[in-house]
Nanobody, 115 residues
Framework: QVQLVESGGGLVQAGGSLRLSCAAS????????MGWYRQAPGKQRELVAS???????NYGDSVKGRFTISRDMAKNTVYLQMNSLKPEDTAVYFC?????????WGQGTQVTVSS
């Protein structure tokens, strides 16, 4: 099992930046896939970014070129660097991972981008 705890959300003006962190309760070396999803009010949860096997990254079309996923193995933490934020990026952001064929979720962190 693993617990995921997100942090770093908040209120930012359009064009600004935020970095989200997802701290795992165990070594992420053995976690094949980790990622970030988001859910805006009235919308379905969508993929923001994912990292497989520490090297292969995938991004949602709406964030390509603006967001970057990375990890720090020593801190068992995955990051989401978000630049050039837009009001439409406003959502609750969730960290997720797949471990031993189970999917785990964090509790989410709110990101609000004002225009």
């Amino acid at each position: 099992q693993v617990q995921l705890v997100e942090s770093g959300g908040g209120l930012v003006q359009a064009g600004g930046s935020l970095r989200l962190s997802c701290a795992a309760s165990r070594s992420i070396f053995s976690i094949n896939v980790m990622g970030w999803y988001r859910q805006a009010p009235g919308k379905q949860r969508e993929l923001v970014a994912s990292m497989a096997y520490g090297t292969t990254t995938n991004y949602g079309d709406s964030v390509k070129g603006r967001f970057t996923i990375s990890r720090d193995m020593a801190k068992n933490t995955v990051y989401l660097q978000m630049n050039s934020l837009k009001p439409e990026d406003t959502a609750v952001y969730f960290c997720s991972c797949r471990l031993e064929d189970k999917i785990y979720w964090g509790q989410g962190t709110q990101v609000t981008v004002s225009s």
